[in-house]
């Protein structure tokens, strides 16, 4: 089944919003902070719907499918690399290490610091979910 395409007032429209890089009429490209956002709240249990709607995405437009396809994809991704692995490759750079400018670093330093700590509140939620549990017994 093919991709649902957009119109040209919903390309424009999805090209405002600070999460989307570029629109063609199947695709969407979206920024690597939003995945790394999608990523730290999917690993606080929100569901892929609610992460793009919460960010200001009309999840009608974009349609479940499409929705499901990126989660899978970042998911998949960050599992095998990391971080890292959401970052969208720069073309021409096969092999070779880009050299990040010092807001470049810097963005990417924060974005992992949000991630680090979305990790940390999960965790002490689970902790205290579990100490729970213990002295009910």
Known sequence: MKPKQFTEREMNELRKHPYVQSV??????YTDDFKRIFIAEDRDG???REIFRDNGFDVDLLG?????KAAYRWRKAYKEQGIE????KQPGLKGKKKEETLEEKNARLEAQIQFLKAENELLKK???????LKTDR
């Open 24 to 29: 063609t009429s199947t695709l969407i490209t």
């Open 46 to 48: 929100k569901l892929p």
């Open 64 to 68: 479940g499918s499409r929705i499901r």
């Open 85 to 88: 692995g959401l970052n969208r």
């Open 126 to 132: 689970l902790e205290m979910m579990e100490r729970g």
